[in-house]
C-alpha cells in the first residue's frame, strides 16, 4: 500500500525538443493535521520560473464537480490560502506553497473539504524573451483534501469485465486499488512474461459516482479490489464479478 502514500513527481513534456523539469511533490495531497499542508515545487530546469497560486472550492452536486474559484468577492468563504501567492523558483532550486486552514473551528469537518490548488505561470519582461514563452507553457492543479474528522465510508461497486461503476455515498473519498503484482512474481517464476502493469489506484471523492476504465492489462472475470480511505483506517478486500 505504499504505493499510495508514494509522492507523485510530475515532468511536463513541453515539445518533442523542450521538455520542463519542474516538478509537483503531489497531484493529491490529503491533510489531516492541524498545520499547514505543504506542496514542493522542484526546479532542474536551466530557466527562473515566475508563478502564482489560486485556489478553487471543489463540490459535487448531482454527480457533478463543481469548481468556485476564491476571489476578493467571496472573501468570507475562504477556508484555505496559499502562501506564498506569487513567487519565484529559480533554477535547481526547490519551493514550497503552503496551504493554511484560515476557518479554524468554523470548518465543516463532518465531509471532507476539496480544494484545487492552481500553479501557473506569469508573464513578466526580461531580456530572455523565449525564456518567457516557454515559461508560460505549463502549469500544475494538485487537489487538496482536509478529511472529515470521523470517516464514514459508504460506497457501492460493480464490473462489468472492462469498467467499475463505483459510487461513493460516503463521506470522505476512498481509493480504489487493484494490484496483481503478487500474482504475476509467482507466475514469471513459472516462465511468463509479467505485464508492464500490475497495479492501478482510482480516487473517488465523496459524492461522486464514477466510471472506471480497467486497464487492459487487469482485466479479468473475477477482479479483486481493495478499498481504502485516506489513512486506511478502513480497509475493504472485495473480489468484483463480471456481471454483478
Known amino acids: 500500500m505504499n504505493s499510495i502514500k508514494s509522492l507523485l513527481f510530475i515532468c511536463l513534456t513541453l515539445s518533442a ?78 519551493k514550497d506553497i503552503q496551504i493554511e486552514n484560515i476557518c479554524g473551528d468554523a470548518c465543516d469537518r463532518s465531509v471532507d473539504q476539496v480544494f484545487q490548488i492552481n500553479v501557473s505561470p506569469v508573464s513578466y519582461s526580461s531580456e530572455g524573451e ?29 464490473f462489468d469485465g472492462k469498467k467499475i461503476t463505483a459510487k461513493n455515498s460516503g463521506n470522505t473519498m476512498v481509493t480504489l486499488v487493484i494490484d496483481q503484482c503478487k500474482e504475476w512474481a509467482e507466475r514469471v517464476k ?7 502493469l500490475c497495479q492501478a489506484t482510482f ?18 472475470n473475477e477482479l479483486d479490489v481493495i478499498v481504502v480511505n485516506h489513512d486506511e483506517t478502513f480497509k475493504d478486500e472485495i473480489t468484483l464479478r463480471q456481471g454483478q
Open 17 to 94: 525538443a523542450q521538455a520542463s523539469a519542474m516538478a509537483i511533490s503531489s497531484l493529491m495531497l490529503v491533510n489531516s493535521e492541524q498545520q499547514a499542508g505543504i506542496l514542493t515545487l522542484d526546479n532542474t530546469d536551466e530557466i527562473t520560473y515566475f508563478l502564482k497560486t489560486s485556489v478553487s472550492k471543489v463540490e459535487v452536486k448531482n454527480n457533478q464537480i463543481i469548481k468556485t474559484p476564491y476571489t476578493r468577492n467571496n472573501l468570507d468563504e475562504w477556508q484555505v490560502a496559499t502562501k506564498p501567492s506569487k513567487f519565484v523558483v529559480e533554477p535547481n532550486m526547490v
Open 130 to 158: 523565449q525564456q518567457s514563452k516557454i515559461n508560460m507553457l505549463f502549469g500544475f492543479a494538485p487537489y487538496y483534501i482536509i478529511p472529515a474528522k470521523e470517516s464514514k465510508v459508504h460506497y457501492q461497486a460493480s
Open 190 to 196: 513459472e516462465g511468463e512474461e509479467k505485464p508492464a
Open 203 to 220: 480516487t473517488l471523492i465523496a459524492g461522486r459516482t464514477r466510471v472506471i476504465n480497467v486497464p487492459k492489462a487487469l482485466q479479468k
